[in-house]
């Protein structure tokens, strides 16, 4: 069985890049990130494991 085990994300304001690691559910990782960051990231990496890319995609679309 494949597991998600870790997302790339990249600030397209700051060009910052986290990636977060998700070997339990929790968010975590190996650099720090403000709470906005943290929360975003978490969102994302929820609604991946919980729909995929087609719901981040069709959040991303309603958020513009």
Do not use: R, W
Not at 20 to 43: A, K, L, M, R, W
């Amino acid at each position: 069985m494949i597991i998600l085990n870790s997302v790339t994300f990249k600030d397209d304001e700051t060009g910052k890049i986290f990636e977060v690691h998700i070997p339990d559910g929790n968010v975590t990782s190996d650099q720090s990130f403000t709470p906005d960051e943290y929360t975003t990231c978490s969102f994302h990496a929820g609604l991946l494991l919980a729909g995929g890319f087609s719901k981040i995609k069709e959040f991303a679309n309603i958020k513009k």
